[in-house]
């Protein structure tokens, strides 16, 4: 355990001297723009295909143990630490945690971020997007799932939507798996079993 969380230490420290490297800021608040919205699926054939083999433009978000991944969770602390009034008691949780912020920063939590909001507790997953795109390709391991088919409505993906664009957009499309249609789908086109979880393959609506 005690090597685990030393290369953990590394990684972040790594991520960051790559990010001063290449001279990446995050964006000012009043460039980040937040709200919900809604999605529905989107059926392939394989990947990058939809049924009729036609090839379609969809947007891999990337997690956990990439920069963009990191950077998405940056924004996304920003955002409820210095924007809404209204939300307290923000807590980063992930291994991605600035270790300033939170040095004993975990995997394997089941979500990334959690906060109050006029005292109900929210858990956030956050996944991030290099450029802003509409289809997107979300990851999701089987601990995710569990935690947000346990926590219903109390549980929350917020999509960092074009990390690296100026004005960055934090789309909540709530608990996806809290409802049957996912039980339903589960072994449909929209949803794909991978050794760690599923894919999934979703069109925000605006």
């Known amino acids: 355990l005690g090597e685990l969380d030393e290369l953990l230490k590394r990684y972040k420290s790594y991520i960051s001297k790559k990010e001063d490297e290449e001279g990446i800021d995050l964006p000012d608040i009043s460039n980040i723009t937040f709200r919900t919205v809604n999605t529905k699926k989107v059926e392939i054939k394989e990947a990058g295909k939809d049924p009729t083999g036609t090839k379609i433009d969809i947007q891999k978000t990337e997690k956990s143990r990439s920069q963009t991944g990191l950077l998405a969770e940056k924004i996304v602390y920003k955002y409820l630490t210095e924007q809404d009034k209204s939300i307290t008691d923000v807590k980063w949780v992930s291994e991605n945690a600035d270790p300033i912020i939170n040095p004993n920063g975990r995997a394997g939590l089941g979500y990334d971020i959690n906060y109050k909001l006029y005292g109900i507790p929210y858990f956030v997953e956050v996944k991030g997007t290099k450029t802003f795109g509409k289809k997107l390709q979300l990851t999701f391991s089987k601990n995710e799932i569990k935690f947000a088919?346990?926590?219903?409505?109390?549980?929350?993906?917020?999509?960092?939507?074009?990390?690296?664009?100026?004005?960055?957009?934090?789309?909540?499309?709530?608990?996806?798996?809290?409802?049957?249609?996912?039980?339903?789908?589960?072994e449909g086109k929209c949803y794909i079993a991978i050794p760690s979880g599923f894919e999934v393959y979703l069109e925000i609506i605006d």
């Open 149 to 186: 088919q346990r926590h219903h409505e109390m549980y929350q993906i917020f999509i960092c939507n074009g990390v690296k664009e100026k004005r960055p957009r934090i789309q909540n499309i709530g608990n996806i798996f809290d409802n049957s249609d996912f039980n339903k789908r589960i």
